[in-house]
C-alpha cells in the first residue's frame, strides 16, 4: 500500500504562485504513475498533470498547460507540481494520487493511493 502525504497549499492572489509537493512511501514506485487531481466545490473531481515515474513523461490538462509544471525529486519519493500564473479558476482542492496507469492517465480509476487533499485558494 502506497502511502501519499501532500503539502504546500494556500492562499495567493492572481498571477502568483505556489509548488505542491506529494511524498510517497510504502514500496518502489518504477512502474507507478504519479498525478494531480483538483475538485472544485459544486464540481466533479479533475485530471491536472500526471508522470511517469519510470520515464518521466509527462501530461497535462489542457487548462493548464504552459503554467504548471510536474516533476519528481532525484530521490524519487516526492511529487511537484509548480504552479504559476495562478487564476482564481484554479481554486479547488488538490489531490495527489498514484497508481499503475495504462495508456489514459487522466480518469481517476486507476489511481488506487490516494492523499488527503490539500486547499489552494487563488484570489482576483
Known amino acids: 500500500q502506497v502511502q501519499l502525504v501532500e503539502s504546500g497549499g494556500g492562499l495567493v492572489q492572481a498571477g502568483e504562485s505556489l509548488r505542491l509537493s506529494c511524498t510517497a512511501s510504502g514500496r518502489t514506485f518504477n512502474d507507478y504513475t504519479m498525478a494531480w487531481f483538483r475538485q472544485a466545490p459544486g464540481k466533479e473531481r479533475e485530471f491536472v498533470a500526471a508522470i511517469r515515474w519510470s520515464r518521466e513523461t509527462t501530461y497535462y490538462a489542457d487548462s493548464v498547460k504552459g503554467r504548471f509544471t510536474i516533476s519528481k525529486d532525484a530521490a524519487d519519493t516526492t511529487a511537484f507540481l509548480q504552479m504559476n500564473s495562478l487564476k482564481p479558476e484554479d481554486t479547488a482542492v488538490y489531490y495527489c494520487?498514484?497508481?499503475?496507469?495504462?495508456?489514459?492517465?487522466?480518469?481517476?480509476?486507476?489511481?488506487?493511493?490516494w492523499g488527503q487533499g490539500t486547499q489552494v485558494t487563488v484570489s482576483s
Open positions: 494520487a498514484a497508481g499503475v496507469v495504462g495508456i489514459v492517465v487522466s480518469i481517476t480509476a486507476p489511481y488506487r493511493s
